[in-house]
Nanobody, 121 residues
């Protein structure tokens, strides 16, 4: 069994900062891409930031220059540092990871349960 557990969501004022964490646990052979998505009320889930297994990162245009994704493979954790937060960043943030549980199996996508980020004065 593989689990992804997010933490760090909170209520923050516009212009503030938050750091989200997502830790993988269970039978893990290899962590490949680790990603953050978000879903605002009434909207579809969208990609926010991606960290590939070889260290490359990619960001949605809406968060470039404000958000930073990083990972600690030893801790099986991916982070999302969010600065200069705006009300439109309000959403449930989800962690997603492609994980191999065995060298003989392909990687499979797993999702966390989500953590609420609310940006409001």
């Amino acid at each position: 069994q593989v689990q992804l557990v997010e933490s760090g969501g909170d209520l923050v004022q516009p212009g503030g900062s938050l750091r989200l964490s997502c830790t993988a646990s269970g039978s893990i052979f290899s962590l490949n891409a680790m990603n953050w998505y978000r879903q605002a009320p009434g909207k579809e889930r969208e990609s926010v930031a991606t960290s590939t297994g070889d260290g490359k990162t990619n960001y949605a245009d809406a968060v470039k220059g404000r958000f930073t994704i990083s990972r600690d493979n030893a801790k099986k954790t991916v982070y999302l540092q969010m600065n200069s937060l705006k009300p439109e960043d309000t959403a449930v943030y989800y962690c997603n990871a492609n994980i191999q549980t065995s060298p003989y199996r392909r990687g499979v996508g797993y999702w966390g349960q989500g953590t609420q980020v609310t940006v409001s004065s």
